[in-house]
């Protein structure tokens, strides 16, 4: 559980992070998205107090973070995967931290093993990294201490596409075994394929919190069959409602409320997924060109009274 | 890789959680969802030690570390060596004394580097992440700086001795005030710490190296000045430690002027280093 409370950070005029409020809860992974430069990094960084917030508070699991007496071993931090000593091997870097939170070498051994650094790769020195190579390091780190709270600024980074779903795996298991996730991404898509809930951040502002079924669900199913005429009966004698959109049918349901109205019917399907929600796609679009257009005045942020 | 385990997957039961685990804010309820609690351990913090034990790993796991010792080291042997050679029969004393140059010159570098570390090479966030009362890792380094450095003066004296018998028997060979082996090993110490105090309240190795070379010049020139000539005998620390590396005993004065100059360079430069430390912004 991370809970944050009007959490904010100035630098001179600049409003960076503007009085920042959400809950992360256990047993969910939180997407934290927001166009380049929205804050969240900054955000991230004051949350564990690696900058020290303006104003405002964190609570970890009930706690501030500088007030865990071994932080490492219940939150794990990937903020940014470059920040690590270039002229240290991946494995020594690891055993470093392994040391400071009281692990044995084995652990460091398991988790580079879990995000699949092999034992030559991690025998090298981090500066000959590839930012994939760096990534999984960071993330490896923290996986490290067992923790119960994973904070992760852009994990998807860099990693290749068998990367990403091992990741995106990782997560879901990691939430349903009850621990909490907040990630944060400048792509939707990233956030909407594994968040429970979203946090939408812009200009250092929250613009919109939810389920991801509240944001991005509300667009209902989208779905294929290979007889449309024998699809379009089920679902009508299931009760729901549909419309023909070019090929594909989207319906006013949950995707499983049509996979089973399909089944019934023993309609065979080509398709069936989420239909995005036009809504937040929509405001995560204007939000992004609002930030763009307000690069140009950031020497003189309107209404930003110093 | 996806058949990896879960990271709740050992070392789960925390048998250790028993009436003499401690209580703290930190302690969550255990989740339904099957994630304990963290390990007692984890709610026990990180013990001085193994932060000094960290840090002293951290000075020799790089490649420009271990070249860093590889070289003071190599540097010390020859020295022992070249006095041996050119000085003719020669004493522990008058051995020690021309090899403790490389240490007097490198080990102040040290401690910049060490002080100055964590920024230069941006592990800051990873170290104060893990550990984020920020001063316990700033004296974990001083502990760690200072015990490296009295291990290089427990080198420096065995390749001294073994210089002395090396060039053969010589009348006096082993007379050494302790006096003077004390003082100059106090001033090689305070030496170092004045180098890790620039380091800290700089935060970036080379300006806290340029800083520690100047600063004794800049007080030379100071010197010639009216105004302040009258001051630097007080603060310029290679004048006021000179009899303590004699084995001298002090006069009041020099007692004075010693807490002076130490006070200014390594306490307050360090109570300052450790301020700013708490507030940088580790990014």
């Keep these: 559980m991370i809970e944050v409370e009007n959490l904010s950070k100035h630098y001179g005029a600049l409003r960076a992070v503007d009085d920042v409020s959400f809950v992360a809860r256990p047993g969910r992974v ?180 939810g389920t991801k079924a509240d944001l991005v669900g509300a667009g209902g199913a989208l779905v294929r069959a290979r007889d449309p005429r024998a699809l379009a009966d089920a679902l009508a004698a299931a009760g729901l409602t549909a419309r023909d959109e070019g090929g594909a049918v989207r319906v006013d349901a949950t995707p499983e409320q049509v996979g089973v109205a399909a089944a019934a019917a023993g309609v065979v399907l080509l398709e069936l997924r989420e239909a995005t929600g036009s809504g937040l796609e929509e405001a995560f679009l204007q939000l992004t060109t609002a930030t763009d257009r307000t690069t140009d005045r950031s020497m003189d942020p309107t209404g930003a009274v110093a | 890789m996806s058949t990896a385990a879960s990271p709740h997957h050992t070392e789960r039961a925390t048998p250790g959680a028993g009436p003499d685990a401690p209580s703290t804010p930190a302690g969550p309820a255990v989740p339904p969802g099957g994630v304990a609690g963290p390990p007692a351990e984890a709610r026990m913090g990180i013990g001085f030690a193994r932060l000094v034990a960290v840090e002293l790993r951290k000075m020799v796991d790089t490649r420009a570390g271990a070249a860093f010792h590889l070289v003071v080291v190599a540097l010390t042997v020859a020295a022992v060596v070249l006095a041996v050679v050119f000085e003719g029969p020669s004493t522990f004393d008058t051995i020690r004394r021309v090899a403790q140059l490389p240490l007097a010159l490198f080990l102040p570098l040290l401690g910049v580097l060490v002080a100055a570390g964590e920024w230069t090479h941006r592990s800051a966030m990873v170290t104060f992440a893990l550990e984020p009362r920020r001063h316990r890792i700033v004296f974990a380094k001083i502990v760690a700086v200072v015990l490296v450095t009295l291990a290089y003066v427990l080198l420096l004296w065995a390749l001294s001795a073994a210089g002395a018998l090396a060039s053969g028997p010589s009348a006096g060979a082993w007379e050494v005030e302790p006096a003077v082996l004390a003082g100059s090993t106090a001033a090689l110490v305070i030496d170092v710490l004045c180098g890790f105090a620039l380091g800290l309240v700089l935060a970036s190795g080379a300006l806290g190296i340029l800083a520690y070379f100047l600063l004794p010049i800049v007080l030379q020139i100071a010197t010639l000045w009216g105004p302040t000539e009258r001051i630097v005998p007080w603060i310029a620390i290679e004048r006021t430690l000179a009899p303590v590396v004699e084995g001298a005993t002090l006069t009041a004065l020099e007692w004075q002027r010693i807490g002076t100059s130490v006070g200014l360079w390594v306490v307050l430069l360090t109570a300052l280093g450790l301020w700013l430390t708490a507030r940088r912004e580790a990014k």
Excluded at chain 1, 79 to 101: F, I, K
Excluded at chain 1, 140 to 169: C, K, S, T, Y
Excluded at chain 1, 201 to 208: E, L, N, P, T, Y
């Design chain 1, 30 to 209: 939180t997407g934290f998205l927001g166009p380049n430069g929205a804050g969240k990094s900054t955000a991230m960084r004051a949350m564990v107090g690696l900058t020290r917030p303006t104003s405002g508070s964190t609570r970890i699991l009930g706690a501030r973070y500088a007030e865990l007496r071994n932080p490492g071993r219940v939150v794990g931090l990937l903020l940014d995967a470059g920040a690590v000593h270039a002229g240290r091997t991946g494995r020594e870097s690891l055993r470093v931290d392994a040391s400071t939170l009281g692990l044995s070498a084995s652990r460091v051994d398991e988790v580079l093993d879990l995000v699949g650094l092999t034992p030559s790769e991690a025998k090298r020195r981090v500066g000959g990294y590839s930012l994939g190579m760096k990534q999984r390091l960071g993330l490896a780190r923290a996986f490290l201490g067992e923790p119960e709270v994973l904070v992760l600024d852009e994990p998807a980074n860099g990693l290749d596409p068998q990367g990403i779903h091992w990741m995106r795996g990782r997560l879901r298991t990691f939430a349903d075994r009850g621990g909490t996730v907040l990630l944060s991404s400048h792509l939707l898509h990233e956030v909407e394929v594994v968040a429970d809930d979203i946090v939408v951040i812009g200009r250092g502002r929250i613009v919109a919190q």
